[in-house]
Nanobody, 123 residues
Framework: VQLQASGGGPVQAGGSLRLSCEAS????????MGWYRQAPGKEREFVAA????????YYGESMKGRFTISKDRPKITVFLQVDSLEVEDTATYYC?????????????????WGQGTQVTVSS
C-alpha cells in the first residue's frame, strides 16, 4: 500500500483544514486508514482511524470534537477535517494504513505510512 497525503499548509488559528490521503495498491477489507501527527520535539500521537469497510471510527483521546475522519471508497481516499485550529495543532500529519486487531484494547501499529503533510497554525 502506498499513501500520499496532502492538504496541509499555513492557517490562522480558528480556521479549518481538510487533509487528504490517497491510497494506491490493494486495500483489504479489514484494513484501517487513519492519521497520526507529530509536533516538533514531541512524540507522534494518534489522531483518528476508520475501518476501510464498515463504520468503525476511533479518535485519540484529545482529538474528539474538532477532528473528523471520513472516507471516499471509490477514490480510495481518507480525509481529516480539522476545525477551530489551535496553534498547538501545528505538526506534521501522517496518514497510515494497516490491520488493527483489537482497537478497543490495543494501540494501532500500522506498517504503511504516507510522507506527511505539514500544518502550521499561527495566532
Amino acid at each position: 500500500v502506498q499513501l500520499q497525503a496532502s492538504g496541509g499548509g499555513p492557517v490562522q488559528a480558528g480556521g479549518s483544514l481538510r487533509l487528504s490521503c490517497e491510497a494506491s495498491g490493494r486495500m483489504f477489507a479489514n484494513y484501517y486508514m487513519g492519521w497520526y501527527r507529530q509536533a516538533p520535539g514531541k512524540e507522534r500521537e494518534f489522531v483518528a482511524a476508520m475501518r476501510w469497510i464498515g463504520d468503525e471510527i476511533y479518535y485519540g483521546e484529545s482529538m474528539k470534537g474538532r477532528f473528523t475522519i471520513s472516507k471516499d471508497r471509490p477514490k480510495i481516499t481518507v480525509f481529516l477535517q480539522v476545525d477551530s485550529l489551535e496553534v498547538e495543532d501545528t505538526a506534521t500529519y501522517y496518514c497510515a494504513a494497516d490491520v488493527w486487531a483489537s482497537p478497543a484494547t490495543t494501540d494501532w501499529g500500522p506498517r504503511y505510512w504516507g510522507q506527511g503533510t505539514q500544518v502550521t497554525v499561527s495566532s
